[in-house]
């Protein structure tokens, strides 16, 4: 709880300066990338939370990569000032709540579809056509194909989930004969 508060604060303040700038996107592709990396690199994932080694070393480090990710020097200075106060650990934490704060701002919303089958264009497009109306703002939608669904599909919009698989169902059915015995 307190490093997602400390989360929060942290991505509105970087979420202010972005907004100054009006480059919410593109700081939201950078801190994404250097979030990647270090989900990928567990090595430079443990040597930026360990404590054994200095500050000044990791931040060496940390400059390093920020020399080959070509990112802004906004990014930068704010990947480094995350390193200063040992809150680097939390970068994904961050990197979530700015972008709900980016996906607020520019009326978005992410929504993820689970289906037995692949869709089709026409399908797709019709879906993200029906979530843009029943949420009021743009739909940015990804697709999963799930085996262990028998049917339908499970759509999960911000925290709210929309089950319509074949099991729910079956399920409900059977709790409704269940329920009447």
């Known amino acids: 709880m307190i ?9 509105r303040a970087f979420f202010k300066i972005a907004a100054e700038e009006e480059r919410y996107e593109d700081y939201a592709q950078e801190l994404g ?6 989900k990928e690199s567990k090595n430079l994932g443990e040597f930026l939370a360990n404590p054994v080694f200095s500050q000044p070393d ?6 390093t990569l920020l020399a080959r990710l070509d990112v802004s020097p906004l990014t ?3 990947l480094k000032l995350l390193v200063d106060k040992r809150r680097i650990g939390i970068l994904s ?3 979530g709540c700015y972008r ?36 009021g703002k743009q739909v940015e939608m990804t697709v999963h194909e799930d085996s262990t669904l028998l049917g339908g ?29």
């Open 33 to 38: 990338l250097f979030s990647t990396l270090l």
């Open 153 to 181: 599909v499970v759509i999960r919009v911000g925290d709210t989930l929309y089950d319509g698989s074949i099991r729910t169902q079956l399920g409900n059915i059977r709790n409704l004969l269940g329920e009447g015995r």
């Open 58 to 63: 990791k931040k060496k480090v940390v400059e």
């Open 100 to 135: 709900d704060l980016v996906d607020n701002a520019l009326k978005k919303v992410r929504v993820t579809v689970k289906t037995a089958f692949p869709l089709t264009g026409k399908l797709s497009s019709q879906l993200q056509k029906g979530l843009e109306g029943l949420t």
């Open 3 to 11: 490093s997602s508060n400390i989360a929060k604060r942290y991505a």
């Open 76 to 78: 930068a200075n704010f």
């Open 93 to 95: 934490d961050i990197e």
